[in-house]
């Protein structure tokens, strides 16, 4: 069991950078596999970026400009956006796969203005 809390969200005009944050709590062990979706509006949540223990997974639209990483050894993702683009805006969320499910955060957004 695990709850997650994103942050770091707001307004940033094309071409600058944010780094969110998502902390997971309520779990005994180290999750092995985090990541981040974004879901925009009238569109579908898609994977963003997925840190397991040795791999990285991300999406075409982000490879280059978004790095995940994780905080040490405590339940803790990053992911730092830098070139942004107006595409970029959207709701970003956190995922963790526990032993004992899936969960989500309640989301962060992200707007990118032109």
């Known amino acids: 069991q695990a709850q997650l809390v994103e942050s770091g969200g707001g307004l940033v005009q094309a071409g600058g950078s944010l780094r969110l944050s998502c902390a997971a709590s309520?779990?005994?062990?180290?999750?092995?596999?985090m990541g981040w979706y974004r879901q925009a509006p009238g569109q579908q949540r898609v994977l963003v970026a997925l840190i397991t223990s040795d791999d990285l997974i991300y999406a075409n639209s982000v490879k280059g400009r978004f790095t995940i990483s994780r905080g040490g050894a405590e339940n803790t993702i990053y992911l730092q956006m830098t070139s942004l683009k107006p595409e970029d805006t959207a709701v970003y969320y956190c995922?963790?796969?526990?032993?004992?499910?899936?969960?989500w955060g309640q989301g962060t957004q992200v707007t990118v203005s032109s």
């Open positions: 309520g779990s005994d062990f180290r999750i092995p596999s």
């Open positions: 995922k963790a796969f526990g032993v004992g499910g899936v969960y």
